[in-house]
């Protein structure tokens, strides 16, 4: 019989142990990494960002996911996150839920994961012994929602603004009216009767009272007549005496 050197026999136990630990390792790592959720994709590694995990969009820390969505649990005392909404105007690319051995990433509308909230019982994948891990921390990546396309409207023709007759105030009336005219005051001719005619008379002649004052003016006549001669006298001896 030939004889077996220890040599190869060496080798060949070396590249199996070798193999075998290859295999150990594996089977370790996808018992580390197996989820009970088949919404789920387990990954057998910690992971804090999108880029990280290879997904797309921006990150939204567990710290501000308040902001963002309307949620319970996800803490580190609970094993499961409900995400019930989302806030308007934002998509959703991930949620990554980290526990144990590794995460969970869960994408709406795949795996049978709905599209819009709610989500609930998000969880992280089981640990080494098969158990389901609490939650250390999770996170989303999110996008902006594609705004939609504006329907161009048809250009109404500018309407001619029509102008306003302007209004013309009226003035306010006067205390008096215009319409009342302030009739011009009748002056009244007021002839004076001649002296001694109030009673009445004919021709403009005094008028008779029954007494007769004729006498006054012989009287005035004579006065006078007989100043002037004084007058006369007076003037006459002056003369006389120079």
């Avoid at 803490?75 to 105007?89: F, P, Q, S």
């Avoid at 989500?119 to 098969?130: A, D, F, I, M, T």
């Amino acid at each position: 019989m030939p004889t077996i050197t220890r040599r190869p026999l060496r080798a060949g136990l070396t590249v199996a142990a070798a193999t075998g630990l290859a295999l150990l390792g594996t089977a370790t790592s996808a018992l580390a990494c197996h989820s009970d959720d088949t919404r789920a994709n387990p990954v057998d590694r910690n992971v804090t960002t999108c880029a990280g995990a290879h997904l797309p969009g921006t990150l939204v820390t567990q710290e501000d996911a308040a902001s963002v969505f309307t949620f319970t649990g996800g803490t580190t005392k609970d094993k499961y996150l409900n995400i019930t909404k989302v806030a308007d105007g934002v998509t959703v690319e991930a949620v990554v839920v980290k526990g144990g051995d590794g995460y969970n990433v869960y994408e709406p509308g795949k795996r049978e994961l709905a599209t819009t909230p709610p989500w609930e019982k998000l969880r992280s994948p089981l640990n080494g012994g098969g158990q389901q891990a609490t939650i250390s921390h999770w996170f989303a990546c999110i996008g902006k929602a594609a705004q939609p396309t504006e329907t161009t409207q048809p250009t109404k023709p500018s309407e001619t603004p029509t102008t306003q007759p302007t209004e013309t105030e009226t003035p306010s009336a006067p205390a008096t009216s215009p319409a009342e005219t302030v009739a011009p005051t009748s002056t009244s001719a007021v002839v004076a009767a001649p002296a001694g005619n109030e009673t009445g008379g004919t021709g403009g002649q005094l008028a008779n009272t029954g007494f007769d004052n004729a006498w006054l003016i012989y009287i005035a006549a004579a006065l006078l007549v007989v100043g002037g001669g004084l007058l006369a006298l007076l003037k006459f001896r002056r003369r006389s005496a120079n």
